[in-house]
Structure formats: structure tokens, C-alpha cells
């Protein structure tokens, strides 16, 4: 059985700092997906990493990806409080359909 | 606009009564997923059709049942036989297993 462990599941941190948040998977997997989730809605998709080493970036939020030590990382640059939300990583299992981890909820303050 | 759309936003039920969630989708999409979300939890799959007229059981499909008599459709059954029903859930569609995109949401309360 595929399992997701992201850490940490909650972090408070200032804006202007740096921070990542990890995602372990147990079984070998070429797919990786990053979501961010805002209170009470739905999932909106981050990144879709594909291969080992991948590397996608868009504005203060970095994900990898490392198939060899089924690590992925979601990078936070320069933290602002728009990025406040739940982060959650999820990885294809069995080629049909999505494992999830608990999620990382983020909060960003003054 | 092409999207997901689920109906309703949110319901409420008594305990023992069957309720089904609606699911359709414009974007021509074959395959169809439906999971479940508790608080403080990660998604987890009911379950999915890859195909008109097929459907799988996911990791938790136990009290819910499912139909997908046509492409842009794929309601959800939750049935009196679920323990715990009380949850949000989440529909999403895919057209080539890479992908997937998620409806809104029902938040479904039972009392």
C-alpha cells in the first residue's frame, strides 16, 4: 500500500522567511502532484512533476522532485500571507487515481 | 466555460436516508474520480470510472455507490449503510490519467 508522510502538517511562519515542506512516498511512483486548498474550497492544482529531477517554480513556490529517494520538496521564498492555505502532495498509485498525504497547513504572518 | 460542477454546495440528511451527490462535467473527460475529505485529512478515493458503463471501488467505497450511464456524469450514492457519511466531497475528472481537475465541493452533514 502507497503511503504519503508530508512534514510538517502545521507551520507558522513569518512573512519574508523561507521555509520547505516535504513529502515521503513509500512505493516507487513517476508522478508527483502539489495542491494548495483555501478553507472550504476545492483543490487547486500547483505542480505536476513527472520525472526524477524535476524542478518547477512559479512566483515564491519551488517544488522537486527525487523518484530515487521518493522525496519531494515544496520550496516557499519570501513568504507572503496570500500563501496561507493547506498544501497537500499526492502521488499516482497504480496508475489510476491519486494517494494524498495529510496536507501542511500553512499560515503566514506579519 | 468548460469545468466540473457538483450540486449541491451543501446538504443536509437525516441518519438512515440514502442522499446522492451530482457530478458533471463539460471538459469530455473519460475518466472520473470521486474521493472523500475529513478535517485535517488528505483526500481519500471512494471511487472512479475510466470509461462509460465501468467503475471501480476505491480504498473506502464501503456505504456509497456510484453510476456512469454517460460521459459527463458520475453521481455519488451514499447510503444508510455508511457510518460516518458527515465529510466533504470531492469530485474531479481527467483526459489523460496525468491530470486531474477538481469540482467545488458538497459539504454533506447528517444528523
Known amino acids: 500500500e502507497l503511503k504519503v508522510e508530508q512534514n510538517p502538517l502545521f507551520l507558522s511562519m513569518q512573512e519574508g522567511k523561507n521555509y520547505t515542506i516535504y513529502c515521503n512516498y513509500s512505493?516507487?511512483?513517476?508522478?508527483l502532484y502539489w495542491y494548495r486548498q483555501d478553507p472550504g474550497k476545492s483543490l487547486e492544482s500547483l505542480f505536476v512533476?513527472?520525472?526524477?529531477?524535476a524542478v518547477k517554480q512559479e512566483g515564491r513556490l519551488m517544488a522537486s522532485l527525487d523518484t530515487k529517494a521518493r522525496l519531494s520538496t515544496l520550496h516557499i521564498t519570501a513568504a507572503v500571507h496570500d500563501l496561507s492555505a493547506t498544501y497537500f502532495c499526492?502521488?499516482?498509485?497504480?496508475?489510476?487515481?491519486?494517494?494524498f498525504g495529510k496536507g501542511t497547513s500553512l499560515l503566514v504572518t506579519p | 466555460d468548460g469545468g466540473i460542477t457538483q450540486s449541491p454546495k451543501y446538504l443536509f440528511r437525516k441518519e438512515g436516508q440514502n442522499v446522492t451527490l451530482s457530478c458533471e462535467q463539460n471538459?469530455?473527460?473519460?475518466?472520473m474520480y470521486w474521493y472523500r475529505q475529513d478535517p485535517g485529512q488528505g483526500l481519500r478515493l471512494i471511487y472512479y470510472?475510466?470509461?462509460?458503463?465501468?467503475?471501480q471501488k476505491g480504498d473506502i467505497a464501503e456505504g456509497y455507490s456510484v453510476s456512469r450511464e454517460k460521459k459527463e456524469s458520475f453521481p455519488l450514492t451514499v447510503t444508510s449503510a455508511q457510518k460516518n457519511p458527515t465529510a466533504f466531497y470531492l469530485c474531479?475528472?481527467?483526459?489523460?490519467?496525468?491530470?486531474?481537475?477538481f469540482g467545488p465541493g458538497t459539504r454533506l452533514t447528517v444528523t
Open positions: 474531479a475528472s481527467s483526459l489523460d490519467l496525468i491530470e486531474q481537475y
Open positions: 512505493t516507487t511512483s513517476d508522478r
Open positions: 512533476l513527472l520525472s526524477n529531477g
Open positions: 499526492a502521488v499516482f498509485d497504480s496508475g489510476y487515481a491519486l494517494n
Open positions: 471538459l469530455n473527460h473519460d475518466a
Open positions: 470510472s475510466q470509461i462509460v458503463n465501468d467503475f
